[in-house]
């Protein structure tokens, strides 16, 4: 496997070509779509430039790296999840974009941090409306301004909620004051420099307020912001169209079988399940309130016309948000004050 090699990874298969054609083949025996070609092609181009990076690092821990990193290969494609046939084309990615590009802080961790870095790239591009790209592009940026893994993954977490993961808001928020300025800035998404203390204070408060300067204008006007939800049959995840309801504080819609929690800010809209079945005493009331027969619909100081809400079957809100459901749709729409132009 490794006559196409020339680097250390060539070094270390050579020197462990027993063993590691052994690994291969009780590998294989597992798991028959475990394909050499395909392992070899990965070698090269994939595990060969990462190792190249980890040597360049740190030589002594390259031979435990590689070795680290082989079973890891090895583990990965034989579930499908790397490689040319993966049919999770985000951790290749990762593979072949991210990794050989933080030898440095790969060098003492190998397999931890290239298992939590596909597992997330894995999660961020299975939810709808995320950015894996541009979580992969961060991440990279991220490397060389991050003094170790701890901090490198947490800055990862404030990037992935940039890019999309709206149930992470809170552990990001958490995470920002401890963050050196330049990381967080890249981890927003900004071109240089960092946000001014205050947005975030605002962003804190606000869901639908961007921690950043970019983007940032006057809020204008309340409007449907996203849509959540689905069709179980076609892949969404209510059996029967949901009801909305403001439970522990959060907004959530259930389906009278299961209850899911809504996550939505300026960055994206989604759904995870969720233990709470019961509504907080006022809440139905006071998100009924919010939202007329008619599709008005009325949410701090500001107020709307909505005709895709008329005739509303049920509303919730936390004084940020406003969800809303609509008879025989089993998708929920959520309203909140859009920017507009700045005054």
Avoid at 315 to 333: F, I
Wanted: aromatic share 6%; proline share 8%; with cysteine.
């Amino acid at each position: 496997m490794e006559g196409r090699l020339t680097g250390p990874l060539a070094g270390v298969l050579e020197r462990g070509r027993e063993r590691y054609n052994a690994l291969f083949a009780a590998a294989r025996r597992g798991k028959r779509s475990l394909d050499p070609e395909a392992f070899s092609e990965h070698l090269a181009a994939c595990l060969d430039p990462i190792v190249r990076a980890i040597h360049e690092a740190d030589a002594a821990r390259t031979d435990p790296a590689a070795d680290d990193l082989y079973l890891l290969s090895l583990e990965l494609m034989g579930s499908g999840l790397l490689g040319p046939a993966s049919r999770s084309p985000w951790i290749s990615a990762c593979w072949e974009e991210l990794l050989p590009r933080i030898g440095n802080l790969l060098s003492k961790n190998p397999r931890g941090l290239a298992a939590a870095l596909s597992n997330a790239v894995h999660n961020i591009a299975g939810e709808a409306g995320t950015k894996p790209g541009e979580w992969l592009d961060a991440m990279a940026a991220l490397a060389p301004r991050c003094t170790g893994e701890a901090a490198f993954l947490q800055a990862g977490t404030v990037a992935a909620w940039r890019c999309g993961m709206a149930h992470f808001r809170e552990a990001a928020l958490s995470a920002i004051p401890a963050m050196h300025p330049s990381a967080l800035g890249i981890a927003l998404g900004m071109e240089e420099g960092a946000p001014d203390p205050a947005l975030l204070a605002e962003a804190l408060r606000d869901p639908w307020c961007p921690p950043r300067p970019a983007g940032r204008k006057t809020p204008a006007s309340l409007a449907i912001v996203a849509r959540v939800g689905g069709f179980r049959g076609f892949g969404g995840p209510f059996l029967k169209p949901p009801r909305a309801f403001l439970g522990g504080g959060r907004l959530h819609l259930t389906d009278g079988e299961g209850s899911w929690k809504v996550h939505a800010d300026c960055f994206n809209a989604l759904l995870t399940r969720s233990s709470i079945l019961k509504a907080d005493s006022g809440g139905a009331r006071a998100g009924n309130e919010a939202v007329s027969p008619a599709g008005r619909v009325t949410l701090g100081a500001r107020s709307a016309t909505l005709p895709h809400l008329a005739g509303r079957e049920s509303a919730a809100t936390d004084g940020h948000t406003l969800l809303v459901t609509v008879p025989r749709s089993h998708y929920a729409y959520i309203v909140a004050a859009v920017p507009g132009e700045p005054s």
